[in-house]
């Protein structure tokens, strides 16, 4: 059974932190190409940002500079490393996996407000 499980989203301040991460179960990421991306009340899913499974890194405009995305192959897991963040990060963000055909995790609400 393949399954992306996403974890470490939260309450956060404005200018602060947090580190979302992305299990695979059932699937070896190493051999994805793998993303995240946010979905905001009343706005389309966006991505965030990329991963090849060679660790080539991509990122939309408005996370650049402040957020990194990263694997550990070792534990089959991807991050996501959001700094200063804004209150316009608020949404909930998704861990996107392809090889062949796609999987999407079940998502994290990330809240940023002061």
């Known amino acids: 059974q393949v399954q992306l499980v996403e974890s470490g989203g939260g309450l956060v301040q404005p200018g602060g932190s947090l580190r979302l991460s992305c299990a695979g179960s059932?699937?070896?990421?190493?051999?994805?190409?793998m993303g995240w991306y946010r979905q905001a009340p009343g706005n389309q899913r966006e991505v965030v940002a990329t991963?090849?499974?060679?660790?080539?890194?991509g990122y939309a405009d408005f996370v650049t500079g402040r957020f990194t995305i990263s694997r550990d192959n070792a534990k089959n897991t991807v991050y996501l490393q959001m700094n200063s963040l804004k209150v316009e990060d608020t949404a909930v963000y998704y861990c996107?996996?392809?090889?062949?055909?796609?999987?999407w995790g079940q998502g994290t609400q990330v809240t940023v407000s002061s």
């Open positions: 059932g699937i070896t990421l190493s051999r994805y190409d």
């Open positions: 996107y996996g392809r090889l062949n055909g796609g999987y």
């Open positions: 991963i090849t499974n060679v660790g080539r890194t």
